[in-house]
């Protein structure tokens, strides 16, 4: 009774490690997305000052958001096929660390 | 096409959602609502994110501003494709503590604190009216559109009535249909399908305008790209502290807006459904986004300048005569500001009755709550007004702005003020350091700067505000200018408020969060959101109640109902092992009840509910920390230690079966041997006798022939016992070949009695010929020496005075069965379980003809003809249960 419970296994089967790795990739999918959304503010601007060079069109920066955005969320598909929704590994990062 | 016309295809279109919501109703009140719970219909509501001004709103965004209405739906889809590491906490979060709104869940982790809730409430209510406004003025705007296209124009006094006329019809729908129920945790079933079709309304009203316009007018997509980059819009300029803001905004919005955490939580009818919605519902956005820049460009071009861009949805069409594609444009407005009143409007509601009416109604009568009359009508009462408190604000707001505001300036403004909640909301379910104390700091800080630097200034300057104090300050104080906080002015008025309440309100809650401690419940609370997917089972929070059960179930069925209070009550007495409707009142029932009445009226109230009829004997801080955090961890651990026990005691438990059946068997099996040995020498005695005398000369033939018969007669009880011996060794042996053949059931009786030698006198055998006729292929033989052996046996052990047997065929879980029943004693318990042992032999000895051997044969036989023999205990007499061979019993049917 007052012996600690078993500590989750630090290396686990070939198959919980892979559906691991994908949930992994489920938590970083939304800050690539951020990053990739984020680019356009790079790109050069009317108000840049002289020397800038060309200057980026609306029809453009349509085309790479919205494209991002048709990869992002067929990323989002496969990712979310793949991920048993189930805990049962226990893998939580998000839980745990946040033991205060 | 008269205005008339359109007012008539409103209605029209109006009484068919009220068609479509009653239907769903209908349907989910009579258990077929299992479709309306699925995915699909789950993304299509997460729609109403896609309000009017997305619809009109957009499109005058990216006319003004370009590209940058897209970061409102970027943010989200950041948000929804991230699901995995936000949204399903929540869910499971609401799914676990029964949570029906935000303020429910920030009351609820704070220590269910019924200030946090209210303080909520009324941020919620404050933000989401310019919210609503701007759904009645886009309304009111689309119609105007069509009637000033008519031969009368409209005045200000017909624009107002008109949104008065909306913002009626819109009450009286959603009371309609939203407080039919009060488990705010029920899945509203006509509303979500009623907005379910809004969505796809809207989705193809917009792209069906986006179509016409890039392949009507605009000449396909390369012409349209060109048109683009000739426009007003041609070049990509934005501020990066717009772009970044308001994309950080609209995807804390997602999570904050109370119409949303109603959708994405609270009607959440399955985790898995978010699995869907996390590539569906950006997929939706981008849908409803791709023909935004298009049509804002063309309308730019072919209408005449200064028409209001938030319209050109609208005026676009019909300056080109499309009357049919205006018409189903404005269905798509209509639609979208319909649904996102009637969701939030609801939302708010059961914030305001939960947590402001009924804590103070409550409060009001303290003492007397417990015995007076119905608390459910209270709360109705209080959820429809509240329904049209927010609807009049709504109309307040817009009457205030005077209408004239660009659509997405006033959604920001909402947007700002909402996402005030973020900080208390993913503090609370990731940070378990977050106390109430800092969560009431951060959400007044956050909420005074919204309405000092944006909210207030938005009626217009020197209308709230003096012109002075926008310039200068409070009392000329240059540090507090509303758009310029410390002195930094120049940044844009929505960057300037979500930075500043958004670092400050951060800071404050964190702070004060640092600063002070927790109270018991709240560390409870906290260890059970942020540690949500470790036990999802509720710690408990009462210690043995004083309360008596009948207390309880006479509050709870105020609350929930008479039927379902009862329905709870009985299955907790049933989990107990206790019959009737009054549980053992255990802590875990306590709690229980408390999550179940939280679905009704909000976690602070049922607490403070159940916290009067407990009076007292509420929990003590060494009861809960004894309970929080490590103490859980223990618990659970026991509680596998538990199982591992139970499963022990099972095993055991079978061993010890089986070691009682071996030790009764032994005693068995010596006695068999004692009376085979007896029954096989006992023959063997009078033949070899008998033999002799014949040897003697002189014996009269009569007497020849009298000891001959005998010795006749003992070879043949011999024989028999020797045969009944063999059979049953070639039986289990399995060597035995099955003669199939097809038949009756009834000639297979009717042989059985037959051959068995009943006569009337020795036993009555009743049968029902009539349900006998099942068609058998079986080996009928063997199946005819089962029945003779169970039809002797009654005769032989039916110890009744007038001695019957049953014989009757029926199905049990489909399986066909014939039951042979005495009228005798039965054969007692201890026997039962040795009957088909082939040593065993029950009771009188001197009554038995064979060896104990008949019933072990029958069971060998069944088993390999595929079907069974089994005793059944409790008929009143011996009753034995065969059943028939499966497979073959199924083909003959």
């Known amino acids: 009774m007052t012996s600690p419970p078993p500590r989750p296994p630090v290396f686990v089967p070939r198959a919980s490690y892979r559906q691991r790795r994908i949930r992994d990739m489920a938590r970083l999918l939304p800050m690539v997305g951020a990053v990739l959304f984020m680019i356009p503010l790079l790109w050069p601007q009317r108000g840049d000052g002289p020397g800038t060079g060309e200057v980026q069109m609306t029809s453009g920066a349509i085309v790479y958001l919205f494209t991002t955005w048709v990869i992002l969320i067929a990323l989002a598909a496969i990712i979310s096929r793949l991920t048993g929704s189930d805990d049962a590994s226990g893998d939580d990062p998000a839980a745990p660390a946040g033991r205060a | 096409m008269t205005f008339n016309q359109l007012i008539l295809i409103a209605l029209a279109y109006v009484a068919f959602l009220f068609v479509i919501a009653f239907a769903a109703e209908r349907r989910a009140a009579a258990g077929q609502g299992g479709w309306t719970r699925s995915p699909l219909i789950y993304t299509l509501s997460l729609s109403i994110y896609c309000t009017a001004w997305t619809f009109y709103g957009a499109v005058g965004y990216a006319a003004r501003s370009g590209l940058e209405y897209l970061t409102i739906y970027l943010g989200p889809t950041l948000v929804v494709i991230g699901w995995w590491l936000i949204l399903r906490k929540l869910v499971r979060i609401g799914r676990s503590q029964r949570i029906t709104s935000i303020a429910d869940l920030i009351s609820s982790r704070y220590g269910k604190s019924a200030v946090l809730g209210g303080l909520v409430t009324l941020i919620a209510v404050a933000a989401s009216t310019p919210y609503i406004a701007l759904q009645l003025q886009s309304v009111t705007l689309s119609f105007s559109v069509f009637a000033n296209n008519g031969a009368t124009g409209w005045g200000p006094a017909d624009l107002n009535a008109a949104a008065l006329w909306v913002a009626a019809g819109l009450v009286v729908f959603t009371i309609l249909f939203g407080t039919r129920n009060l488990d ?13 079709v809004e969505a796809v309304v809207k989705l193809c009203a917009l792209v069906a305008v986006g179509v016409f316009v890039v392949w009507g007018i605009g000449g396909g997509v390369g012409a349209t790209l060109a048109r683009i980059d000739a426009s007003p819009i041609a070049h990509w300029e934005q501020s990066g502290g717009r772009w970044a803001g308001l994309m950080f905004l609209s995807a804390a919005a997602l999570l904050c807006l109370p119409r949303m955490f109603q959708v994405l939580v609270v009607e959440n009818a399955d985790e898995r459904h978010l699995a869907t919605a996390a590539w569906a519902f950006p997929l939706y956005m981008l849908a409803m986004s791709l023909f935004v820049v298009p049509i804002a460009v063309v309308g730019l071009d072919l209408l005449p300048a200064g028409s209001n861009p938030d319209l050109f949805v609208l005026t676009l069409p019909l300056s080109q005569g499309r009357e049919g594609l205006a018409i189903l444009s404005f269905l798509g407005g209509f639609s979208s500001a319909t649904s996102m009143v009637i969701v939030a409007t609801i939302a708010l509601a059961t914030m305001v009755s939960n947590h402001i009416v009924v804590p103070l109604w409550l409060r009001s009568r303290r003492t007397s709550a417990v015995v007076s009359g119905d608390v459910r009508g209270v709360v109705l009462l209080a959820r429809r007004l509240s329904i049209a408190g927010v609807l009049a604000l709504g109309y307040v707001y817009y009457r205030l702005s005077g209408g004239g505001t660009a659509l997405a300036a006033i959604g920001l403004i909402s947007f700002v003020g909402v996402v005030q909640t973020l900080p208390a909301m993913l503090g609370g379910i990731f940070w378990r350091g977050a106390t109430r104390w800092g969560a009431a700091a951060g959400l007044l800080t956050g909420f005074a700067i919204w309405a000092w630097s944006l909210f207030l200034p938005s009626f217009g300057a020197g209308e709230v505000i003096p012109i002075d104090v926008l310039a200068n300050g409070p009392f000329g104080i240059g540090l507090l200018r509303p758009q310029a906080l410390f002195g930094i002015a120049g940044i844009d008025p929505v960057v300037h408020a979500v930075l500043w309440s958004m670092l400050l309100n951060t800071g404050a809650f964190v702070i004060g969060s640092v600063l002070t401690f927790p109270t018991p419940l709240e560390r409870l609370q906290g260890a059970q959101f942020v540690n949500v997917f470790d036990h999802s089972t509720g710690a408990r929070t009462w210690t043995q109640g004083a309360a008596g059960a009948e207390d309880l179930l006479v509050m709870s069925q105020r609350i929930l109902g008479a039927t379902e209070a009862q329905a709870i009550f009985q299955r907790a007495a049933a989990a107990q092992g206790k019959a009737g409707y009054l549980p053992e009142v255990t802590p875990d029932f306590v709690a229980l009840l408390e999550r179940e009445l939280a679905g009704s009226v909000g976690a602070a109230t049922a607490h403070a509910m159940i916290g009067q009829l407990i009076a007292g004997a509420s929990v003590s801080v060494q009861d809960l920390i004894a309970v929080a955090d490590e103490a859980a961890q223990i618990m659970e651990y026991s509680t596998r230690l538990e199982a591992k026990s139970a499963e022990q005691e099972r095993t055991a438990r079978q061993l010890r079966d089986a070691n009682e059946k071996l030790t009764a068997l032994s005693v068995q099996k010596d006695a068999f041997l004692s009376q085979i040995s007896h029954e096989l020498r006992t023959p063997m005695t009078s033949i070899r006798a ?69 006569g009337t006198g020795d036993i009555v055998i009743q049968r029902r010929r009539g349900a006998e006729s099942l068609a058998l292929t079986t080996d009928l033989d063997r199946l005819t020496q089962v029945f003779i052996n169970l039809i002797a046996n009654a005769a032989k052990y039916c110890d009744a005075l007038q001695p019957e047997l049953r014989i009757w065929l029926h199905q049990v879980n489909g399986v066909q069965v014939v039951d042979f029943t005495d009228n005798g004693s039965g054969i007692d318990a201890d026997s039962q379980q040795v009957i088909f042992e082939k040593f065993s032999r029950l009771g009188d000895q001197g009554k038995a003809g064979g060896a104990g051997l008949g019933l072990a044969i029958c069971r060998e036989i069944m088993t390999r003809l595929g079907g069974g023999i089994a005793y059944l205990p409790g008929q009143g007499g011996a009753a034995f249960r065969v059943t028939l061979p499966q497979p073959l019993a199924l083909a003959a049917q």
């Open chain 2, 184 to 196: 705010a945790n029920e899945r509203h079933h006509g509303i979500v399908m009623a907005i379910a």
């Open chain 2, 690 to 758: 008998f033999s002799e005398i014949l040897g003697d000369p002189g014996i009269s033939p009569a007497d020849q022939r009298k000891y001959a018969g005998i010795i006749e007669d003992e070879a043949q009880r011999l024989t028999r016992l020797l045969d009944d011996l063999l059979d049953l060794a070639v039986l289990e042996n399995g060597q035995v070949t099955l003669n199939r053949q097809d038949g009756r059931l009834r000639d297979v009786i009717d042989r059985a009695v037959a051959a068995a030698g009943v």
